[in-house]
Each structure stands twice: as structure tokens, then as C-alpha cells.
């Protein structure tokens, strides 16, 4: 059944014809070098990897070729927003436009345009793992064609790329869809290192409260070990409170372990990837390079296995490879000069966050739906699952959150969301709005980088 | 009071968006938000669903004044004489004058039009006008 399900979808006239028993081969036989699971257990630093994609063959070539001579751990592959929304077509013209005039006509690599025969040249030639980034509610194609190209690792989920990405596409199909999608990356880990699955933790990236990126980040995690796969990271991105950042992945480090075993998947691997700073950016660029200076010290302090890095162009549009790749350059040299760093934790913040987090994965497993999916559907529906500034309408977006004065992000309504009374009480108690109305602060507290 | 909102044409910007339901909401209005990327059409109808008294368009990127040109169109076929009929935001794409701008939209069939002003002294006049101030 699956399989001609596959047949059916990768049977697209915008791709290269599908021989599965190659890919098969292919991968069996893959170099070690392309896992990123490989990678993650046979290294003792913080991997790096920057965010990177250019339409054509040539551009991204170039790219990698500067990525790598910055001493990357991990490459990017960002896909551009026609095929993200599956419209092939468009990318497939715009492709031609930007390989005529030399101007980027797409904000990403068109994979599907390329196809997986093209892609898996420049895949193997620099033998690195490559990490896909897209934002991608039917990502069944894109996948496919990832994987068959030999790139191993695969972010997003049904609830991280849909929520801060579309307004109306139906969650129920983005689950189905990534249900596709968890079993190929299953399916494909029997034959040599696992495929990694990475959920994005950003979200929207704007005052998203921490218990809600943790209970996403498990949901998706469960959901996607619930089909078979054995290797997958969890991330968030940095808060603009180190203190939120350090519970933050205390929290879910433990709750992730918890979790997994609790349903049965003790003997899948789990990793932790932080994002710097995915707000808005200084355009001064020497406030931007110390941001980002302090998102690496926040990564080491946190012990995250994976830094996703950001530039000091942020503010003013994508990167040129070369300031993209200093980079990259600067977070290892970051890195490798933070030895032997303090483990810190705070004891009554941790409390108070996992509580709420189980409150809320409570509240999700209560639901008397027959299928996880579905009980995450109808949590999201109902409110449960509620993430501040999402386009999205089935989000209810009831829930508000603030600032507190050392800029840790605090509930200041909960919402439908089933935090007790105790713990928003704690969250209520850290939050001084200063004198200034509601909106005033929620405004100052989105550009505190600024 | 009950209010319609939401931003108009193809522009997803939202934070804005949420940033007025909320405004609005501690005003102690009813607040039914259509969210981004809303047609005017779609505001029409929320406005004879809900018998809403005022509309609040608002737009970021700039291109609402095409998304306006059906306004009166739409208000002559439907009876929303007693509705406030609100648009706000940035209304240009690129530099305008607000000399230029408030008349052209005035006549598209908004009473009330606000090029990059404050949200609250916004939406202070359009407590006032509601309560027959101005």
C-alpha cells in the first residue's frame, strides 16, 4: 500500500523519473560522512551549521565551497517559498530566469527542479551532512527527492511548520502528510546510519513561551519515533533571557529522555539544537556580531549538540556567502575558546516549567481521540496548544505573554491552555508592566535586540 | 461595540494584527479578528454576520488601496449606513503625503483613514467618533 502510495507521488512530471531500487542502493552504500547521526555520536563539540540556498547549481556549489573553507559541520539547504508551496511550475521558470541573468529570481534551491540525480553530485562531492530547511505542509515529494540526493537530515513537522508559515492550510492534512514523511525517513534508517528528523523550535519566533515550544517539540518528537525513526533533535531558539535558555534546555532535555521511554522508543537517539537570536535584528552590524557572539556562549553553556547560526546582515536581507560563511568561522571560534563551562541550573524555575508542560501533554493524552495525531489536532483546536502571533486560524491565540524585567518570557493569560493557577500565579508574580499599557510592553518586549 | 478586523490583500504580517485585537479587546470591545491575508469581501460578510458597528482594516506592506476599490460597491448593495468604516496602517508602498493619502481613501468609502499613526491615538478617535465626539 505505501509503496504505490509512493509511486503516486513521485511519479511528477517536475522530477526526475524515481528508481527506487538505485536509491535503495545508494544510500545502503552512502558514506558515513553524509549522516548527521553519525556525526552527532562521533563528536565531542557543538556542530555548526549556518542557513543557505541560492537557485542555482552553481551558487549553491560556491556556497559550500565557502561554508566549507569556514570550517562547517553541517551544510544547509534552504528551498525556495514556490516549492514550498508545491507550485513547481513557478520555481521550474524562475530556475530558467535566474540560470539566464544571473540574478536570484528564488530565495531558496528549487531541490524538485534539480532533481535528485543533479543534487547528489555536489551531495557526495563535499561529503558533509546536509541538513534540509524548507517550511514545507506537504513536504512528500520534497523528501523523497531529499533523501534520494543523499541529504540525511530533514527539519519540520506538521505543527512547526505550519503554525508561524500558513493561515489556512488544513493541519489535519500537514499531519497525514509528515505521517508520509516519518515512515520514508523510518524506512530509509534500516539501511545504514538513521535519518535524522529535526523539529524547529523557533516557531514564530516572537515571545513564544517555553512550556508551549516543549510540549510542540515533544508532540512532534513522539509523532515522528511513533513511525520508526531513531534519531531526532529537538531545538528551541534563544529566548533573550540566558537564565530562560539554560532552564529551557534543562527542561526538555529531560522531559524529551522522559517521554521517549515513557512510550516505548528508549532506543531512539535524541539531540538538542539551538537557534541564535530569530528575532528582529540590530542594524548596526557590530551589535548584530555580538548578539550572535552571545548566542554561541549561550549554546556552549546550554551543551546543545547543534548551533544554527544567523549573520551580520540579518537585518538587511540574505547574506552574500562570504559574509555568511565569517559566520560560521566566528560561532567555532566562539566555541573553541568556551572550555569547562559551569553547569547551572535553577532549581524553582525548572519546577515551575515542567510542571506546566506536563499539565499541558496531560491534558493532550486526555483527549479521547484513537490516535496521537488526532489528540494533538484537537488540542491545537481547542486551544490546549495555543502559540502567540500565528497567521494560522485554527490557533485560537488567546494566550499572551510579557517580559518580565530580567527579559524572561512570562504568561500573562493563559488562555485555554491548562496551566494550573499555581503556576501562572508564579509567572503573574515575575511580570511588572511598569506603568505602560499592555500593548506598550508587548512592543518593547519584541525588540529587545534592536 | 462589536468590531471586525483584520489586514487585507495578500500581506501576512501579523504581529500588528494581534496587537490591535488585543488593544481593542482591553477597550472592552467585541472583537471577532479575520487575521491576514483577508479579502474585502470577507469583511463584508463578517461585518452583516456579526452586525458589527465598526470595520478595521489594517495593511503593512502597503498595496490596501487595490484591495479598496470595491468599497463602495460593496457597501451599496448590502444596507451598512450605521457601520464606522476604518482603514489604518502604512497605505502607501513607498514615501506619500498624508494630505494625499487621507482623501484618496476617504473616497474609496472609509470615514476614518490612518497613514503610520499611533495605534492608541488611533484608536482614541475611534472611541470618540463612536460615542459622537467628532
Redesign the interface.
Known amino acids: 500500500m505505501f509503496q504505490t502510495e509512493r509511486r503516486i507521488i513521485t511519479n511528477n512530471p517536475y522530477t526526475d523519473s524515481f528508481d527506487f531500487d538505485e536509491i535503495r542502493d545508494f544510500i545502503s552504500k552512502a558514506s558515513k560522512n553524509l549522516f548527521i547521526s553519525h556525526k552527532f555520536k562521533n563528536s565531542n563539540k557543538i556542530l555548526v551549521q549556518p542557513r543557505g540556498g541560492f537557485p542555482t547549481y552553481e551558487k549553491v556549489f560556491k556556497l559550500y565551497e565557502e561554508f566549507t573553507k569556514a570550517g562547517v559541520d553541517i551544510l544547509p539547504l534552504t528551498i525556495d517559498s514556490n516549492t514550498r508551496l508545491n507550485d513547481y511550475e513557478m520555481a521550474k521558470k524562475m530556475l530558467i530566469l535566474s540560470e539566464e541573468s544571473d540574478e536570484n529570481m528564488l530565495n531558496g534551491y528549487p531541490l524538485i527542479t534539480h532533481g535528485y540525480r543533479t543534487t547528489r553530485e555536489m551531495v557526495t562531492h563535499f561529503d558533509t551532512p546536509i541538513s534540509l530547511r524548507h517550511g514545507t505542509p506537504d513536504a512528500r515529494l520534497l523528501i523523497e527527492i531529499a533523501l534520494a540526493s543523499g541529504i540525511f537530515e530533514i527539519e519540520g513537522g506538521p505543527i512547526t511548520y505550519l503554525l508561524p508559515y500558513s493561515?489556512?492550510f488544513p493541519l489535519d492534512k500537514a499531519f497525514l502528510y509528515w505521517k508520509y514523511v516519518e515512515r520514508v525517513c523510518a524506512d530509509y534508517s534500516k539501511l545504514n546510519e538513521p535519518i535524522n528528523r529535526e523539529s524547529f523550535g523557533p516557531l514564530?519566533a516572537?515571545l513564544q513561551p517555553p512550556a508551549i515550544v516543549i510540549v510542540i517539540q515533544l508532540l512532534e518528537m513522539l509523532l515522528s519515533l511513533e513511525e520508526g525513526v531513531k534519531s531526532f533533535s529537538v531545538s528551541f531558539s534563544q529566548t533573550g533571557s540566558m537564565l530562560q535558555d539554560i532552564v529551557s534546555s534543562n527542561v526538555i532535555k529531560k522531559l524529551a529522555r522522559k517521554y521517549a521511554n515513557m512510550f516505548g522508543y528508549s532506543d531512539a537517539k535524541i539531540h538538542l539544537v539551538y537557534h541564535q537570536w530569530m528575532g528582529a535584528f540590530p542594524r548596526d552590524k557590530e551589535f548584530s556580531d555580538s548578539l550572535i557572539n552571545t548566542s554561541t556562549v549561550i549554546a556552549s553553556l546550554v551543551r546543545a549538540d547543534k548551533i544554527i547560526t544567523k549573520t551580520r546582515d540579518e537585518a538587511f536581507g540574505i547574506p552574500t556567502p562570504e559574509v555568511n560563511a565569517r559566520a560560521v568561522s566566528n560561532t567555532q571560534y566562539t566555541l573553541n575558546i568556551l572550555k569547562g563551562l559551569p553547569n547551572i541550573s535553577d532549581e524553582e524555575e525548572e519546577e515551575n516549567l515542567t510542571e506546566m508542560v506536563d499539565d499541558i501533554m496531560e491534558a493532550v493524552f486526555n483527549d479521547p481521540a484513537d490516535t496521537l495525531w488526532r489528540q494533538v489536532f484537537n488540542s491545537i483546536k481547542n486551544g490546549i496548544i495555543d502559540i502567540?502571533?500565528?497567521?494560522h486560524?485554527i490557533n485560537s491565540?488567546e494566550a499572551?505573554t510579557v517580559r518580565d524585567k530580567n527579559y524572561n518570557i512570562r504568561f500573562y493569560k493563559r488562555g485555554n491552555i491548562p496551566i494550573s493557577d499555581r503556576c501562572l500565579d508564579y509567572e503573574k508574580s515575575k511580570i511588572d508592566l511598569g506603568g505602560m499599557?499592555?500593548?506598550e510592553n508587548?512592543?518593547h518586549d519584541?525588540g529587545i535586540m534592536l | 461595540m462589536r468590531v471586525v478586523t483584520g489586514v487585507v490583500g495578500n500581506d501576512i504580517h501579523v504581529v500588528a494584527n494581534r496587537l490591535i485585537e488585543i488593544s481593542l479587546k482591553e477597550r472592552g470591545f467585541e472583537v471577532f479578528n479575520l487575521g491576514v491575508n483577508t479579502y474585502l469581501e470577507e469583511f463584508i460578510d463578517a461585518v452583516i454576520e456579526t452586525d458589527a458597528n465598526v470595520l478595521l482594516i489594517s495593511s503593512l506592506n502597503g498595496e490596501a488601496e487595490g484591495w479598496s476599490r470595491d468599497l463602495l460597491f460593496l457597501k451599496s448593495r448590502f444596507d451598512l449606513d450605521g457601520v464606522l468604516f476604518v482603514i489604518g496602517g502604512n497605505l502607501s508602498v513607498g514615501e506619500a503625503k498624508e494630505e494625499e493619502i487621507i482623501p484618496k481613501y476617504k473616497a474609496y468609502g472609509y470615514d476614518l483613514v490612518f497613514h503610520q499613526v499611533d495605534l492608541n491615538v488611533g484608536l482614541d478617535i475611534i472611541e470618540d467618533t463612536l460615542k459622537g465626539k467628532r
Open positions: 493561515k489556512n514564530t516572537t502567540p502571533f500565528s497567521p486560524i491565540g499572551i499599557s499592555l500593548v508587548i512592543i519584541i
